[in-house]
């Protein structure tokens, strides 16, 4: 180990700038904590400075995707739509760092590659990409949980000659559709987005689709003065409530349960959530959507329908029905004319599970059937989601161990917060936890930031210099954490929710699917009880 009081130090590292990072840099500052963050971006923002892809927008409406913790921030914040798109989200968030004068603590253009624990002084050594070597007291990995993107390993990947784009990696240039033939791989949440956003730019547009998705068509009204101002008005109570339901929005689901109601009233309740437009109709129609198989498959079958309704040629319509899988056991898009984009005559649908993709060649896609000549191809092939942007890094905890060698057996975590052999090493949006996938995110890491500050208030206020959650402790929540997942019909469908679309990687559910509100009464009895569970050093 180097000579460390050599370095310069800080007490805490915050690893990105996205949501997360800059709420953990305004919230130390506020314990007067010195604080040295990191970003691999140019500018901040996080997923929302990456994925600036056309189409990209929150499927979270626009007055519960957004900071709680300043009056002034919530009063001087016009929002100009339902649910925001891309630019707008990535003004916001620079809004905030220039308001609060974040930027001075964040070191831009630069990737936190390795943080060893040096388990004498009990302190994190950080080393980047840029040769900066740090040395902190704590660790708070706001890295973000869809980061390290994902490209299919096709023979021949590298050979295409024409444009190239993976949607987390989008130019900041605006890309010149017209005229051209543009290849979409990947019909996920993105994909979708940018097929429905690029359809009428293109010259002719080939999707290769591997899976279809359910979704739900969204209704995106712009908000005049007079619908900020009832928002405005309900932002005391929202602030309260988002922080408190099981998703983290402001509703929770209908406690009845499907078979509870009669048929007529269930289709009416279909009938009336679908038509709100959001994902309401996802998590908010039923108790035991997600529980209960013969449910979700009429729910399934209900979403069918509408989406079969709204696809002219009956064999592209048979296609783009979901099968084999059950609604909302994957993320659930929402969508803007989405299907439509299949009815143009420039749009062709192929269908990669019945004849894959076996090569990319200098001038297109190559599947079982034949070649699809490109002049642009764009991969929206997601994300090594969750654990992706924490094991990519070099990081050593105790006797040296690596985090991606301790978890290759399987993720373990203490609430999707801290790692058993990892002391001071904080995690936001991580596996385990709400955060990971069923909680939008300025919701769950606000939660988690507030959470955070105060452990590491308390490390300090007892005049001690570490803190980890106990193996028992750690065991116990994996352990209630699988069972939860285990009532559900998650774990039955392969998807990144379980880490299906990693090779090799463990299957398991990334998000603890308890509740967002149950998840914060627990790490709130955390607390209460002096921090049980977890050991001071
Ligand atoms: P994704 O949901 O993982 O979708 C990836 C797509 O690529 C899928 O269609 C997948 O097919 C396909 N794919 C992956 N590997 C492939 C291969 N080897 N061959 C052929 N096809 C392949 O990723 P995403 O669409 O980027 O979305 C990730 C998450 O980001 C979302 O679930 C959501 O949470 C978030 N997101 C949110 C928004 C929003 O709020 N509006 C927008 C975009 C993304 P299979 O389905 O067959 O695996």
Redesign the pocket.
């Known amino acids: 180990m180097s000579v460390t009081h050599a370095l310069p130090e800080t007490d805490v590292v915050v690893v990105g700038a996205g949501f997360t990072g800059l709420y953990a840099l305004y919230k130390l500052r506020e314990f007067k904590l010195r604080v040295q963050a990191f970003e691999a971006g140019s500018g901040v923002g996080g997923v929302w400075y990456w994925?600036r892809y056309p189409g990209?927008?929150?499927?979270?409406p626009s007055h519960i995707y957004q900071y709680w913790f300043s009056q002034e921030l919530l009063a001087d914040w016009n929002w100009n739509e339902r649910?925001t798109p891309q630019e707008e989200t990535e003004r916001y968030l620079n809004h905030v760092a220039d308001r609060f004068d974040l930027r001075k603590d964040i070191c831009f253009n630069t990737r936190v590659t390795a943080a060893n624990y040096d388990e004498k002084t009990h302190r994190w050594i950080v080393e980047t990409d840029t040769g900066t070597r740090l040395s902190a007291r704590f660790l708070i990995m706001g890295s973000g949980g869809?980061t390290e993107l994902?490209t299919?390993d096709?023979p021949g990947k590298d050979s295409f000659a024409g444009e190239c784009y993976h949607?987390?990696r989008w130019p900041r240039e605006p890309v010149d559709f017209k005229g051209k033939r543009v290849g979409v791989?990947?019909?996920?949440?993105?994909?979708?987005?940018v097929i429905q956003t690029i359809q009428d730019k293109v010259g002719h547009l080939t999707v290769?689709?591997?899976?279809a998705?359910y979704t739900i068509p969204m209704r995106n009204p712009k908000l005049d003065d007079a619908a900020r101002a009832e928002l405005r008005a309900r932002y005391p109570e929202l602030r309260e409530m988002v922080q408190n339901t099981t998703t983290g929005f402001d509703f929770n689901p209908d406690p009845r349960g499907y078979f509870e109601m009669s048929p007529e009233e269930r289709r009416a309740q279909m009938e009336r959530l679908w038509a709100d437009g959001s994902l309401v109709f996802w998590v908010g129609a039923f108790a035991d959507t997600l529980m209960n198989a013969e449910a979700n498959e009429e729910i399934s079958e209900f979403v069918r329908e509408k989406i079969r309704a709204r696809i002219k040629d009956p064999a592209v319509a048979e296609k783009l029905t979901p099968r084999g899988y059950g609604f909302g056991t994957?993320?659930v898009?929402?969508e803007t004319g989405y299907y439509e984009a299949f009815n143009r005559d420039n749009c062709t649908l192929v269908d990669?599970?019945a004849t894959?993709?076996t090569e990319i060649t200098p001038t297109g896609v190559k599947t079982s059937d034949g070649e699809y000549p490109l002049d642009v191809l764009i991969y929206?092939?997601?994300?090594d989601?969750g654990t992706g942007a924490l094991t990519r890094i070099d990081m050593r905890g105790r006797n040296g161990v690596l985090l991606r060698d301790s978890w290759k057996e399987g993720i373990h975590t203490f609430m999707g917060l801290q790692v058993h052999g990892f002391p001071n090493m904080f995690m936001v949006m991580s596996p385990q936890s709400p955060a990971a996938?069923f909680c939008n995110v300025p919701t769950c890491s606000q939660q988690q930031i507030d959470w955070i500050v105060d452990c590491i208030d308390f490390v300090r206020s007892q005049g001690r210099e570490a803190i980890e959650p106990s193996a028992a402790a750690e065991a116990q929540w994996v352990a209630h954490h699988d069972e939860v997942a285990n009532t559900t019909l998650i774990p039955k469908t392969?998807?990144?929710y379980m880490g299906?679309?990693i090779k090799g990687k463990r299957r398991s559910l990334l998000a603890y699917a308890g509740g967002v509100g149950v998840y914060k009464q627990l790490c709130d009895e955390v607390k209460a009880k002096g921090y049980e569970g977890l050991e001071l050093a």
């Open positions: 994925n990209a927008r929150t499927d979270s649910f869809l994902v299919p096709f949607t987390a791989i990947g019909t996920g949440a993105t994909g979708i987005q290769f689709q591997r899976t998705h994957r993320r898009p929402l990669i599970s894959p993709i929206a092939t997601g994300f989601a996938a392969d998807s990144w299906a679309n």
